[in-house]
């Protein structure tokens, strides 16, 4: 559900009222949950990656996967791994790596699970890597900024520059 914060008062007793102003229908939610203890999240809404993102993206990792002998997935990985801020890193109990490694690969194609030693005995830190559909625009762009940087190197034919500046403002939005 998305919504505009409209106003913030206070109450007598301190307490602090939020008004959002929805434009769906939430007049059930509302009888259900009223006068009872809720837990909400409030974030900025970030515009999500358009599907012509992630279809560019695909182009760009056939044709790189075709210059290099590889397969689509292994381009995609590689190029998932080199994208900061869509990874955290895990402590876990040597024993409970293998299944959480297991269970983090099985929501997806680009999601993970990397083993590293840890300085714990017993341990073992794993690097857990989102897959590109949970990606916000930015990270959606730096990847694709990654794969034309990559089809340049290779000498493919990228998207001229005036599209992907056109691209590159659309994923900045």
Same mark, same amino acid.
């Given at each position: 559900m998305t919504g505009i914060l409209k106003d913030l008062t206070f109450?007598?007793? @301190?307490?602090?009222?939020?008004? #959002?102003?929805?434009?769906?229908?939430?007049?059930?939610?509302y009888d259900t949950l009223r006068d009872t203890e809720?837990?909400? =999240?409030?974030?900025?809404r970030r515009k999500s990656?358009?599907? $012509?993102?992630?279809?560019?993206?695909? #182009?760009?990792?056939?044709k790189i996967a075709a210059?290099?002998?590889? =397969?689509? =997935?292994?381009?995609?990985? $590689?190029?998932?791994?080199?994208i900061g801020g869509v990874s955290e890193t895990v402590c876990v109990k040597a024993e409970a790596a293998p299944?959480?490694?297991? @269970?983090?690969?099985?929501? @997806?194609? @680009?999601?993970?699970?990397?083993?590293v030693a840890s300085k714990l005995a017993g341990c073992v830190n794993v690097v857990l890597y989102y897959g590109s559909s949970v990606y916000d625009t930015r990270q959606m762009s730096a990847?694709? $900024?990654r794969l034309v940087d990559e089809a340049k190197n290779r000498g493919i034919e990228v998207a001229t520059p005036?599209?992907?500046?056109?691209?590159?403002?659309?994923?900045?939005?």
């Open positions: 109450g007598a007793r @301190g307490e602090q009222h939020i008004t #959002v102003t929805v434009r769906e229908d939430v007049r059930d939610l809720v837990e909400m =999240t409030i974030k900025k990656r358009s599907l $012509d993102s992630n279809g560019y993206a695909w #182009v760009l990792i056939d210059a290099l002998n590889l =397969t689509k =997935t292994e381009v995609y990985r $590689d190029a998932i791994r080199d299944k959480l490694i297991e @269970g983090w690969s099985r929501m @997806g194609l @680009g999601w993970q699970a990397e083993p990847l694709i $900024d005036e599209e992907l500046a056109r691209y590159a403002e659309e994923w900045a939005k």
